[in-house]
């Protein structure tokens, strides 16, 4: 079987308001449970290589929570580890989340001597105030020295997470931020629109925040995504830009549904049995509790079965937010049926509306536009509606 696989470090520097990813806070007491976390998760990637019978995982994703708060020593026997549970497996892209206040040069350098071949830097905004209101952990003075060594020690390899919407900024103060960033030319820059998520600090205290209204924070993202495409960078996802070629190809695995393991709390991996009469998916998401990972990981999941038209919708739901849309060759494989024969009426409908765009190279594919991408919650409601009628008939 081939898998990637997605690691989950959970443990971060301070929390951020905004954040509903698994993690808590770590300090310099924590460094025992940081010892026995790295061990529980190589005792866990080698239980699911080989339940699964893994024979090669083309790319491995090492994220969280913050990885680079587990220092250089911690990441080079996590890195050891994963080299020897991985080797004869044909890693290609191997990536690990940093972010400025703990990526220094040691776990910079242990990074690089440790087989990882792309950083993933969170540097959200230089803005301070920004920074302060969603309490964004890390000095902002520090990130230009912490993008200019990781631009030395993995040249043209690495992205930069960027935010749009946060309090306190502006199209000015977003574009001043995308301009210090491809000084250090990444490869690769999301721009996320800041969310408010159910039951995290920012919604609590959103009362007391000046976020910019909706339309404002679209414009101010918009203008985020003319200026990267204007410095050549091609928005390939909803909310991902890269350089031609610099894809994230963990991230593709993702929008095609192809299979991953996921190691460590809250963590999920989705596996997908082809060839029978009907495809069949099984998720498992590990509880969000660091005690129980480290007392019994694998036996901690919560197990989702994947029904034939639970996968179709996913199919969906997550190719559409890829360029070059869903693939067709992977979906008809899947389901004897193309996309179309899905839900024809929701393509005419959205290709009159100038939905989709040529896709060069993949010329059979239903790939949608960038202006179209603005529209892809109207689009997935009109397929998942038609779709009702069509798995149902
Ligand atoms: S550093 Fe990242 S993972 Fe940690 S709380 Fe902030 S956004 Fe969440």
């Given at each position: 079987?081939?898998?990637?696989?997605?690691?989950?470090?959970?443990?971060?520097?301070?929390?951020?308001?905004?954040?509903?990813?698994?993690?808590?806070?770590?300090?310099?007491?924590?460094?025992?449970?940081?010892?026995?976390?790295?061990?529980?998760?190589?005792?866990?990637?080698?239980?699911?290589?080989?339940?699964?019978?893994?024979?090669?995982?083309?790319?491995?994703?090492v994220g969280g929570g913050t990885p680079s708060v587990l220092g250089a020593s911690r990441m080079e026997r996590l890195l050891g580890g994963l080299a020897a549970l991985l080797a004869r497996r044909g890693v290609g892209e191997f990536t690990v989340e940093a972010n400025p206040e703990s990526a220094d040069e040691d776990f910079l350098r242990s990074c690089r001597d440790g087989g990882?071949?792309?950083?993933?830097?969170?540097?959200q905004s230089f803005h301070e105030p920004s920074r302060r209101a969603?309490?964004?952990?890390?000095?902002?003075?520090?990130?230009?020295?912490?993008?200019?060594?990781?631009?030395?020690?993995?040249?043209?390899?690495?992205?930069?997470?960027?935010?749009?919407?946060?309090?306190?900024?502006?199209?000015?103060?977003?574009?001043c931020d995308i301009e210090r960033v491809l000084a250090f030319e990444p490869a690769h820059i999301s721009l996320y629109s800041l969310t408010v998520e159910p039951g995290t600090p920012l919604e609590r205290n959103i009362a007391g925040l000046s976020l910019p209204p909706g339309d404002e924070a679209d414009a101010v993202w918009l203008a985020g995504r003319d200026a990267l495409e204007a410095a050549g960078f091609e928005q390939y996802e909803v909310?991902?830009?890269?350089?031609?070629?610099?894809?994230?190809?963990?991230?593709?695995?993702?929008?095609?549904?192809?299979?991953?393991?996921?190691?460590?709390?809250?963590?999920?991996?989705?596996v997908i049995a082809e060839g029978a009469a009907s495809p069949f998916g099984r998720r498992y998401t590990y509880g969000a509790d660091i005690a129980a990972y480290l007392s019994r990981h694998g036996s901690s999941a919560h197990v989702e079965e994947l029904d034939r038209d639970a996968l179709i919708r996913e199919s969906l739901l997550m190719g559409f937010r890829y360029r070059e849309g869903p693939?067709?060759?992977?979906?008809?494989?899947?389901?004897?049926?193309?996309?179309?024969?899905?839900?024809?009426?929701?393509?005419?409908?959205?290709?009159?509306r100038g939905f989709f765009a040529a896709c060069p190279g993949h010329a059979g594919n239903l790939a949608p536009s960038g202006?179209?991408?603005?529209?892809?919650?109207?689009?997935?409601?009109?397929?998942?509606a038609e779709l009702g009628h069509s798995v149902s008939g």
């Open positions: 079987m081939i898998c990637s696989l997605y690691v989950h470090v959970p443990f971060c520097a301070g929390l951020c308001d905004y954040c509903d990813f698994f993690s808590v806070a770590v300090g310099r007491g924590d460094e025992a449970l940081m010892d026995r976390f790295v061990e529980a998760l190589l005792a866990d990637v080698r239980e699911q290589l080989e339940f699964f019978q893994v024979e090669q995982v083309p790319t491995v994703f990882v071949n792309r950083i993933s830097l969170g540097v969603v309490h964004r952990v890390g000095e902002g003075s520090l990130l230009s020295e912490r993008l200019e060594l990781v631009s030395r020690y993995f040249p043209g390899a690495f992205s930069v997470d960027l935010m749009a919407g946060l309090p306190f900024q502006n199209e000015t103060i977003l574009l909310s991902n830009f890269a350089r031609p070629g610099r894809q994230c190809a963990h991230n593709v695995r993702y929008w095609r549904m192809e299979n991953w393991l996921g190691a460590g709390p809250a963590a999920s991996g989705t693939d067709p060759a992977i979906f008809r494989r899947r389901f004897s049926r193309s996309i179309e024969d899905y839900i024809p009426q929701t393509i005419a409908r959205w290709r009159e202006e179209g991408l603005l529209f892809l919650d109207g689009f997935l409601r009109d397929a998942f």
